[in-house]
């Protein structure tokens, strides 16, 4: 095999990741990985005999069957029908991936550079982007010349209305982290996670902090597992923590305005100071709970949350104004995992979503010690994604579901061993 195939999957993989604040971009070089999924389907006999093509195949399942069956009372067919037949997309990228470590990969060792370079150069962009970030807090404006927009930090991602850029940072934080803590010194790693962690809370995304916070409680259980969690490493991960909490409090008029909604809604709970501190979502939950109610086996169909939402809403909601060009109702998603599979794809969904957790662990219960080590950083960062009790983004959109994908194809070939290979391989 020639030396260009090696870094092959791994260059689209950062290219992907690169791109991710551009628009839609990333789904160029994630198609480019489709397609030499799809090719190596046809082409590779040995590809039935990797170690994870099952539980792949078991996955794909999982997501996309609860579309399909939710298409005959699909409120936006077109959309719906778009938005399901892209799983194919998802799923060649992450076979390309399998096929690679199980039948053109030189060398098991070739995966484990894979891994390493990705990891890399996750750290590093994620510095990059938090830099810019504190650039544009600083400043008012980041080097591309975007604005703060509504208290939000977007830094590269943008001054439009869709605010990605902490909950991007959230997700790749446990990437960039373990990469930081196996190759670092540990005052530069302590110093990336100071600096990740302080434009999380400067980002204003509540799912942003929420995912964070558990995917460092992940981290921190699977080294206590392990016995490699001391005293002194929890003290200096609380004092990080804190720092950055404490930067962004004192820094941001936005993180104080919301720090106190929170705590209010704590202490004295109500509708109304509740509704305040989760962003004015009550109404949203409430509407998806009414739609799943009414659609409650298979849903109004991917994506249709928010063509459905005007019949279901209270007399008055704010988020029933049409969304403009987009069509539908200003709430396009049910910011709430659990409430979205109920609205969209009814109890199929949620049963799908419980396999689809269940067929991750049991990949992660198949590896030996070394395989979870080399899927950790994957691991945690799918708990932050996967965890139910966040106001998430829409979980089909392409975005959402595109990283979702990346993470569980790096996650799978981490964990993966190759198989003796067939003779003509």
Request: glycine share 8%; aromatic share 12%.
């Amino acid at each position: 095999m020639s030396s260009f195939r090696v870094p092959f999957p791994a260059l689209l993989l950062v290219l992907a990741i690169v791109l991710l604040p551009i628009g839609r971009l990333m789904e160029f070089p994630m198609a480019a990985l489709a397609l030499v999924g799809m090719f190596w389907v046809f082409r590779t006999e040995g590809l039935r005999r990797a170690s994870h093509i099952w539980i792949l195949l078991g996955l794909v399942a999982a997501f996309a069957v609860p579309m399909i069956l939710a298409l005959p009372d699909s409120i936006a067919l077109e959309k719906a029908s778009l938005t399901t037949a892209g799983t194919i997309r998802y799923a060649m990228s992450c076979t390309a991936l399998l096929a690679w470590y199980q039948c053109y990969s030189e060398q098991p060792a070739d995966r484990d550079k894979l891994l390493n370079w990705f990891g890399c150069v996750v750290a590093v962009l994620l510095i990059l982007w938090c830099l810019d970030g504190l650039l544009q807090f600083v400043t008012g404006r980041n080097v591309l010349g975007y604005g703060v927009g509504e208290g939000y930090i977007n830094g590269v991602f943008g001054d439009d209305d869709n605010v990605k850029f902490g909950v991007a940072v959230a997700f790749l934080m446990p990437i960039g982290l373990v990469h930081a803590l196996r190759s670092w010194p540990r005052l530069v790693a302590g110093a990336f996670l100071l600096l990740v962690l302080a434009l999380i809370a400067l980002s204003g995304k509540r799912a942003a902090w929420i995912s964070a916070g558990v995917e460092l409680a992940a981290l921190g259980f699977y080294y206590f597992a392990r016995g490699r969690l001391s005293l002194l490493k929890v003290a200096s991960v609380l004092t990080v923590a804190t720092l950055a909490l404490i930067f962004a409090y004192q820094s941001s008029d936005w993180v104080q305005k919301r720090s106190v909604v929170i705590v209010s809604a704590l202490d004295e709970p109500s509708y109304a100071s509740v509704n305040l501190a989760t962003g004015l979502r009550l109404p949203i939950w409430q509407t998806a709970l009414a739609v799943g109610k009414e659609h409650w086996v298979n849903g109004v169909g991917p994506r249709g949350f928010r063509y459905a939402y005007a019949e279901f809403a209270a007399e008055g909601d704010r988020w029933a104004r049409p969304a403009g060009e987009a069509g539908g109702a200003k709430a396009s998603h049910a910011h709430q995992l659990l409430l979205e599979l109920w609205a969209e794809t009814g109890v199929i969904g949620l049963v799908g979503y419980a396999l689809f957790v269940s067929l991750l662990w049991m990949a992660w219960q198949r590896g030996d010690m070394q395989a979870r080590s080399r899927a950790l950083p994957y691991a945690v960062t799918l708990v932050g994604v996967l965890f139910p009790l966040n106001t998430h983004l829409a979980w089909y959109s392409s975005w959402h579901a595109m990283l979702l994908w990346l993470f569980i194809g790096l996650y799978l070939l981490a964990l993966s061993y190759r198989a003796p290979r067939e003779p003509d391989q």
